[in-house]
């Protein structure tokens, strides 16, 4: 199915916990969840030779996963052009993954509908991608920066992450920028009707889910 990965020295094995590369944080580091749910068969969903999808544990959609290469790639800070391969199976798999869970579960609507993407500054180590339902109803949607980070563009589309690597052999961020966007008002991204409370704008989203 996939190329084999690329090799890169930015790409190390992924080792049990006594044995991380430097550059990974400590197993019992919060930052290093990911790498440690990427081993656990519970919470996974699919995995093939390249990468695993995983449910994520604080959802902010019905459906909400995440898809990380098997092998450690701290970020989109750490990767190349080396690394398309790898980006574009991810990319596949995610839709793949979430077409058959939205079919299984007859979702319609905003609930069967996703967007595919990177946060421009993650809080996980781990490189991610998130596949998210475009409902956003969920418990764990809290917080402004929640919504933000979901619906601006803080959000990287996963085909852009790779029509810039394409172009640039890099992915540049604007770490200023993407702090600021962090802090938008809420704004409706179905609608564009503003809200100054998050429980107003969750409210407001159920009228977008009939
Ligand atoms: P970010 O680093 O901002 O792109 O987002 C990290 C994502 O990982 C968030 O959506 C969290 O809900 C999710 N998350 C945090 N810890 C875990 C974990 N142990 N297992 C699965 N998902 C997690
Ligand atoms: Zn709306």
Known sequence: M??????????????????????????NHWSAGLSTALDDEGARVHKDELCTVIKDKYP???????????????NLKSINNTHLPLLKHML??????????????NARGSFAHFRYGYHAIPSMSLLHMHVIS??????????????????????????????????NGSIHVDTTRMHKLLDNELQCHRCSNK????????????????
Do not use: C
């Not at 902010?60 to 701290?74: D, G, S, T």
């Not at 596949?92 to 579960?105: D, L, P, R, S, T």
């Not at 409902?135 to 992450?161: C, E, G, M, P, R």
């Open 2 to 27: 996939a190329s084999s990965l690329p090799s890169s020295t930015a790409i190390k094995r992924n080792l049990p916990s006594e044995n991380l590369n430097e550059n990974q944080p400590k197993r």
């Open 60 to 74: 902010k959609a019905r459906i909400h996963l995440l898809v990380m290469p098997n092998e450690y790639i701290a």
């Open 92 to 105: 596949k798999v995610g839709k793949e993954v979430a077409e058959k869970i939205a079919a299984k579960a």
């Open 134 to 167: 475009q409902d956003f109803i969920s418990d764990s949607l809290k917080t402004k920066k929640h919504w933000n980070s979901f619906t601006s563009d803080y959000f990287l589309d996963a085909s852009q992450v790779i029509d810039d690597l394409q172009a």
């Open 195 to 210: 809200f100054t409370t998050m429980p107003k704008l969750k409210q407001h989203l159920l009228t977008h889910t009939s």
